[in-house]
């Protein structure tokens, strides 16, 4: 897909996932807090979100020797000001533990060897892994993210005519691109302070991949929407999203009072949840 495409494929992606998460019990989940538009100097124009997940029973059972699984809320904060985005993570129990996640969104192969300009002593520390979206490897993380099992070298999209992913394919797909993402995790801790950052970055990893790997895979549901289009989607499920944790949230007064196409975001929960219903891969590079 072309970089533009990408832009409503990860609102879409983000929205339906988040929707997925929250289907089970009632102490799960995702909860946001904040979706509003921001300015700054760093990335100019964009849309920040606060969000709340909660994990209780993905905690692996090393940590939650550590750590009460009451616990287990990560604290997320992004800043898309698409095709640069940066999200940082952080889990109040452990207080110093701090993953931060740059990503910038080009139309190559995955070529370019030093997109975030980092210096000589950061590119000496960098570890660079290539993953690809038509590999069918999965591990624990994959079954901790969730989500169907997804093979690309099998799909085609029917609207699209696009795939199957067979071996070779970013060399020779158009349009073609990739999403660099920088990892950078911090995790100070004293016995099993490694061990929690390749957690980390392992669930990061398969998060990355699966997210991605169903980017294409519900490529027939979003081709054929707008920017509005998922915008709405996604204020009407961040409202029912918050609506099953009895939590107050901020949105921007314009996502407020939208009523685009009879979608009314102030509703019961299950109207809520009936308007945002969705219907049932790039290349990633870090």
């Known amino acids: 897909?072309?970089?533009?495409?990408?832009?409503?494929?990860?609102m879409y992606m983000v929205t339906k996932m988040q929707q997925q998460q929250t289907s089970g019990g009632a102490d799960e989940g995702v909860e946001v807090l904040v979706n509003e538009p921001f300015e700054n100097e760093e990335?100019?124009?964009?849309?920040f979100t606060s969000k709340i997940y909660h994990l209780q029973s993905k905690l692996p059972s090393w940590l939650a020797a550590f750590a009460p699984l009451?616990?287990?809320l990560i604290e997320e904060e992004a800043w898309n000001a698409y095709p640069k985005c940066k999200t940082v993570l952080k889990c109040p129990y452990f207080g110093r533990f701090k993953l931060t996640i740059e990503s910038i969104h080009l139309s190559d192969n995955g070529c370019s060897p030093n997109?975030?300009?980092?210096?000589?002593?950061?590119?000496?520390?960098?570890?660079?892994e290539t993953l690809d979206i038509g590999t069918n490897a999965r591990d624990y993380w994959t079954y901790v993210v969730?989500?169907?099992e997804i093979d690309l070298t099998n799909f085609c999209s029917a609207k699209k005519q696009c795939g199957p992913l067979t071996q070779g394919w970013?060399?020779?797909?158009d349009p073609v691109m990739t999403a660099y993402?920088?990892?950078?995790?911090d995790a100070p801790y004293w016995g099993f302070g490694y061990r929690l950052e390749q957690a980390a970055l392992a669930g990061e990893r398969s998060l990355f991949l699966e997210s991605h790997k169903q980017c294409i895979y519900w490529l027939d549901e979003w081709c054929d929407l707008t920017f509005d289009d998922v915008r709405q989607l996604e204020v009407a499920t961040d409202a029912a999203l918050n609506e099953r944790f009895n939590k107050k949230h901020t949105m921007s007064p314009s996502a407020k009072s939208s009523d685009t196409n009879g979608l009314i975001v102030e509703t019961s929960n299950q109207q809520a949840m009936d308007e945002a219903n969705l219907s049932s891969s790039l290349v990633v590079r870090s």
Not at 170 to 173: G, I, L, M, S, Y
């Open 70 to 72: 009451n616990s287990m």
């Open 115 to 128: 997109v975030h300009n980092l210096d000589a002593d950061a590119l000496a520390l960098r570890k660079v």
């Open 181 to 185: 993402k920088l990892v950078t995790v």
């Open 1 to 10: 897909m072309s970089v533009e495409e990408y832009k409503i494929a990860q």
């Open 146 to 148: 969730g989500g169907p």
């Open 43 to 47: 990335f100019g124009k964009g849309q």
């Open 170 to 173: 970013q060399e020779t797909c």
